[in-house]
């Protein structure tokens, strides 16, 4: 029974698109963008730009495996070393494509979804440096603030885009602070550089969203090619036909 249903959930159609994320996921990995403060050969990634938005099109399980998938396959095809470093850093795009991928449609989605930023601010602030930028934390109640908006606010664009990337920067922060040893100088530094990149990164996933909506569904008209939604949910606000 288990395997039946592991290979009605798993069609041919839903394992493509998971392949065709998790290729492109893996390709923008390999471009880098910024480094990251207080780690050699640590680099955030044009993936910023692009991987949250996997759970919107795949629905959030199945875009977080892409994600996961394509984060595990950079892993081992580039030979990172199993440091807590690298290990880590698999995390923060898993939450942000949660965050991305989900409505504010129920009440367990919304508890989650403040808890996690709640849970790395706790974090952040119970450490000796962070209890010394306990303020750089603030940017946590972002994602707070984009879920607790009325709905027609909370689910826009704008309120996901950075809402996920500022989950991403609250649950890699929140360990960072932990396991890289910085000052709170350092921390404290980073926060005009952090709202530069973070939203920066909140553009880019609105707007590769809007692109990739236009994109898969002119494709698959051109194609004749009818994908059921539960396998790639386009959002026909964001096409030409719209």
């Known amino acids: 029974m288990l395997m039946k249903n592991f290979k009605d959930f798993f069609t041919t159609k839903r394992l493509v698109f ?13 471009i880098n963008f910024s480094g990251l403060v207080g780690a050699e050969n640590q680099f955030f990634t044009v993936f910023q730009f692009f991987g949250p938005i996997a759970g919107a099109f795949l629905g ?18 580039v030979g990172k070393e199993a440091t807590l470093v690298n290990l880590m850093r698999l995390a923060p795009m898993l939450f942000a494509t949660y965050f991305f991928a989900t409505m504010n449609s129920s009440q367990r989605t919304r508890m989650f979804k403040v808890f996690v930023p709640l849970a790395a601010i706790l974090l952040f602030v119970l450490h000796p440096v962070g209890r010394e930028a306990w303020f750089f934390s603030l940017y946590w109640t972002i994602p707070i603030i ?10 826009s664009i704008i309120a996901r885009s950075l809402g996920a990337t500022f989950t991403a920067h609250a649950v890699g922060g929140a360990l960072w602070i932990w396991t890289v040893p910085m000052t709170a ?46 396998i790639l949910k386009i959002d026909k606000r964001f096409t030409l036909k719209a």
């Open 60 to 77: 959030p399980v199945v875009g977080v495996i892409a994600v996961f998938l394509a984060e595990v396959t950079d892993f081992f095809i």
């Open 146 to 155: 984009a879920v607790l908006l009325p709905k027609k606010y909370s689910n």
């Open 185 to 230: 100088g350092q921390w404290i530094g980073l926060i005009p550089v952090v709202a530069y990149e973070r939203l920066m990164f909140a553009a880019g996933i609105g707007i590769s969203y809007v692109v990739f909506n236009v994109l898969f569904d002119k494709v698959l008209d051109k194609l004749k090619i009818e994908v059921p939604s539960d």
């Open 18 to 30: 998971i392949a065709l994320f998790a290729l492109f996921a893996f390709i923008t990995q390999r």
